[in-house]
């Protein structure tokens, strides 16, 4: 990988590794309606600040507990209450332990692969020298980031 990209990659998982320092609880109502009732705003105030009907909030408001709301209807709402909508992926875990793992998984799978058809052909592998291949192409496929990395296996 060019040092152009390594340093792009460095910065994009960063960038995506921010998310993992977001602490935040899913209010039940949803945030629309939980902040509209923090801010002392009715439902009929809300709408008249976005131009549209008391109805409509309440629909807003159920749309969003069932996960039917818009980026657009959040932001429209977040704009009217004077808050600002944040929308971001929170990774389970550091974004490079996402990519080893799959790369382990994918070199796992194809050493095993590859050890079936030695195998067949009396010229397997010792676990010594399966485990470091897999190791050499986790490696590869970590630093390599190949196209099919992130294909589902059949």
């Not at 910065?11 to 009732?37: D, F, H």
């Not at 159920?62 to 009217?80: C, D, F, P, S």
């Not at 470091?132 to 589902?152: N, Q």
Request: glycine share 6%; aromatic share 6%.
């Amino acid at each position: 990988m060019s040092n152009l990209k390594a340093v792009a990659l460095e910065q994009t998982r960063e960038l995506a590794n921010q998310g993992l320092s977001i602490k935040l609880i899913q209010p039940i109502k949803g945030w629309v309606y939980t902040m509209r009732n923090a801010l002392g705003m009715t439902g009929a105030q809300l709408g008249e600040r976005m131009g549209v009907k008391k109805g409509r909030i309440s629909q807003i408001e159920q749309m969003e507990i069932e996960g039917r709301v818009t980026l657009q209807q959040l932001k429209r709402a977040a704009n009217a209450m004077d808050c600002e909508l944040i929308y971001a992926f929170r990774p389970q875990e550091p974004v490079e332990t996402m990519v080893v793992n799959k790369a382990k998984k994918k070199a796992f799978n194809l050493t095993k692969e590859t050890q079936i058809h030695m195998g067949l052909e009396a010229q397997g592998l010792s676990k010594k020298s399966f485990e470091r291949e897999v190791k050499r192409l986790t490696d590869e496929f970590t630093s390599k980031l190949p196209r099919d990395l992130w294909d589902e296996e059949v």
